[in-house]
Structures are given as C-alpha cells and as structure tokens.
C-alpha cells in the first residue's frame, strides 16, 4: 500500500479531512468538541504545561499501516533536519520540560536520529521511543538499535495492535506480527519488558477495526498471558489508544461505511475525566519542519499552534503554557470512555 | 421509498435507552440490574460479555448480537473466542432439542414398537 499523498488521494489533503469530519457532524447533528468542552466547564483547553516535547523527526517509515494517521510510509520524504533537532534540544533543555518523545514515521530512519538521542541523553532528560519493532530488523544498519537504546536508557513504546497475527498483519501489513515477535525478544534479550530491569518497554494496542479500545488492564492482562505463554515474550505496559478518525483510519471508515457510527460512537463516549486530562495539556508537538502544534494529530491536520509563536527556535515555556489550544472533531477521539492519549488511558 | 422489509433496523438500538419515556421508574430499575449483572464480579466483564453473545445467538436478538459481538471485540476477545461461545449456544439449543427425544424414546417402548 502507498500513502494517500503518493496515491494522489484527496484524504492527503488535511483540509478535505477537517471538511469531511464538520460535514458528517453536521448531518448527524453531532456537538461541536468545543461546547462539548463548555459543557465540562473546560472551555477554552489549556495547557497545564509544557512536560513533554513530542518530536516527529519525519514522515519516512518502513511500514505503511492501515490505520496511520501520519500518513506515513517508504515514499514519504520529509524528515526533520540537524539544525532543527539542535533547535528541539535547546528546548528540551529548559527546565520543566521532562521527556523527549521522539516519534515518525520510523523516527530511526532519519539520519540524524542517533545524534538526536545521544545529545538529549547529555542532557539528563527521559527518552521515549516510538518505535514500529520491525525498523529493528530491516537492515545490517538498524541491527544495533536495540543496544543503542539500552546505552541510552531509551524507553521503548512499540505498536503491537494485537497479540495474534491475522488481526496484527491485517492493520500493520503481513509478516509484520511475526518480526514483531523477534524484534521483542531480542529486546527482552538485553533486558527491555524483563521485572526489576530498569529497561522499559511499553506496547501500544489500538482497535484493528471501528471500534474502541475496551479496559486497559483486562487487554494487558490479556496480552502479557498470551505474549508470554505463546512466545515468550514480555512487557511492562500497554496502552490503550483509539483511533483517531483522520488520515489513512479515516479513509479505512469510509470505505468500510462506519464513519458516521463511528464519530457517534465516540461523541456518545465523551467521558469529562479524560477530557480533563488529555495529552495536549502537558504536550507540545513538533513537526519535521519545526513547526508546533498541541499534538501529533493537530499537527497531521495542520493545526498549527495559535499565538506569536510558530516555531521551536521560537520556544518560550511561559508563552507557550498559556496558550489556547485548537480543537476539531477528530478530538472526541481522545475522550471517549477511558480517554486516549500516548500514555494509554487517561481515566 | 423502497418498502421495508423487516421490523428490525439497527439505528433502533441506540434508543435502547429511551424505552423508558412512558415508565421510567421501572426502566430505571432494569438498567441499574443490567449494569450491575454486566460489570465485574466473580465472572469478568469480559466473560459476562462472551456470555451474552451466546445467549444472544440462542434467543437470536439481532440487537443484542450486535452489541456483544462489539462489547466482546472492544474488550479483546479473539474471534475464536466468539465463534466457541456461538458454539456452546448453539450446542445447548440443539442438545435441548434432542434430549427431549428421550420422551419419544420412551414413547416408542411404551406402544410396544
């Protein structure tokens, strides 16, 4: 499969996708995410601040998954450079902000991404990873990934969207389940997902098809059973997320004829609790270009930050910790029932 | 307008929660009962839902199939899971039906044949 762009799909176009989402609202008389917020009494979403700088170093990936909303795949060019990544560490620098999330594409096929980790390293900060787990058997080059990451103390954040291979190869493409497997165990190998290792490695599992992600602890429970008596392999956490109807799921639901149940359902499953507590508030995400937005989604739909600043040369935290934050409708993706974020649930 | 042809239609699950416009009180009571039964306990919520979907296919609802074949998959259920729990159904509606058979076994003797 290629990406929308290289199709030359009108779902390429963020502007078209934001048409289709205020469309479909429209019809089925569905409340905007912003009244719904005021209803919550948590209108205008603000940021409690900036703790984590999501980066996305770029759109090239090993994979062209089903369900991406980076749109991302092998024919996708646009990477984050050098000085822009410079310009990410003298804001990962400042004091509050925690964590680097470093995220794609496969962040490690940009080829300053070593240096990236290695610098932030330097400063002391917490490293996650997103990492697709087959990017770490796709060459003689990515080989040491896996030790590069211990040396660094990087926690890893896999996708694995099922503990079996029909509905896993179904969204992430065949064969990827089982290099999945391989990929795992040789970073329980090093000691990554093993207890009392200070190695950590998450999984993220998100619905195959149109529906949501159910409890949390019940899916890990479930996928640490199985994981481990089928394969032999281990984990610390997973995290539940929902797709968010943009981009390649979008284009998956309309196709399939469950766009519209699908944003009702979520519109049904708006949980106050989650709202409170979504990604943006403590997230600020930057794109390959250098370019802010209040999340990785936003920043797919090109929903750039609102305010005097636009890039992150331009980091200023007090600035940017009072800022307003921009909602659409793709945005209920995050608080339905348990809530959604990069962390899993929120409620 | 095409003529309908079935008094089913799935949008009409969504109002499952409005069958109490005329008497509240007593929907109220069954959907606190409802809730209470689905959520967990000694079985799983998850379990509980396996459950329904079987039930479901025994008392062939269409709605309540709809519902917990979601409900199932939503909570992580393999799709081996669903079809061995159709199965069980299946098994108890067919055992039903022949295990009365031992009533026309015993008919037979009895006249003798």
């Known amino acids: 499969m290629r990406s929308l762009l290289a199709r030359g799909s009108e779902l390429a176009s963020s502007k078209e996708q934001l048409k289709i989402l205020t469309e479909v609202s429209g019809k089925l008389d569905l409340p905007s995410f912003s009244d719904k917020l005021k209803e919550a009494a948590l209108y205008p979403l603000r940021p409690t601040g900036v703790d984590i700088l999501q980066v996305n170093v770029g759109k090239l990936c090993n994979q062209t998954c089903k369900h991406c909303h980076v749109d991302a795949g092998p024919d996708r060019r646009e990477i984050m450079n050098r000085e822009t990544m410079e310009e990410c560490l003298v804001a990962l620098a400042t004091p509050g902000v925690n964590t680097l999330d470093i995220t794609g594409g496969a962040p490690e096929m940009n080829p300053n991404f070593r240096w990236f980790v290695e610098e932030a390293s330097k400063l002391g900060k917490k490293i996650m990873i997103r990492c697709n787990l087959t990017i770490l058997l796709a060459g003689e080059k990515y080989r040491d990934l896996p030790e590069f990451f211990a040396e660094h103390k990087v926690e890893v954040v896999s996708s694995l969207p099922y503990f079996q291979k029909r509905r896993t190869d179904a969204q992430r493409g065949e064969g990827v389940f089982d290099r999945s497997i391989e990929a795992l165990r040789k970073l329980n190998s090093l000691g990554y997902g093993i207890p009392d290792s200070d190695l950590v490695l998450n999984l993220v599992y998100n619905p195959v098809g149109s529906f949501l992600a159910g409890g949390q602890s019940t899916l890990e429970n479930d996928f640490k059973k199985e994981l481990k008596q089928v394969y032999d392999v281990q984990f610390n956490s997973l995290f539940a997320l929902s797709n968010m109807p943009i981009s390649r799921f979008l284009e998956s639901l309309l196709e399939s004829g469950n766009l519209e149940a699908y944003l009702e359902k979520l519109v049904t499953a708006f949980n106050p609790v989650a709202a409170a507590g979504v990604m943006c508030r403590n997230t600020l995400s930057v794109g390959w270009d250098g370019s802010l937005y209040d999340c990785d989604f936003n920043q797919m739909l090109d929903m750039k930050i609102e305010g005097k600043i636009s890039k992150i040369s331009e980091f200023n935290k007090s600035v940017l910790d009072s800022r307003e934050i921009l909602l659409h409708q793709h945005c209920y993706g995050c608080t339905a029932g348990a809530g959604s974020s990069c962390g899993g649930s929120i409620a | ?113």
């Not at chain 2, 306990?41 to 998850?46: N, P, V």
């Open chain 2, 1 to 113: 307008m095409a003529q309908e042809t079935t008094y089913y239609k799935p949008e009409d699950l969504k109002k499952f929660g409005n069958i109490g416009e005329f008497e509240p009180d007593l929907a109220k009571k069954f959907f606190d009962y409802y809730g209470a039964v689905f959520a967990d306990g000694a079985l799983s919520a998850k379990e509980k839902s396996l459950i329904a979907l079987a039930v479901a296919h025994v008392v062939q609802c269409p709605y309540c199939i709809d519902a917990y074949t979601t409900d199932s998959v939503e909570k992580g259920v393999t799709e081996e899971q669903i079809w061995e729990a159709i199965h069980v159904g299946a098994a108890i509606r067919g055992g039903a039906s022949l295990v009365h058979s031992v009533q026309a076994l015993n008919k037979v003797k009895e006249l003798g044949i």
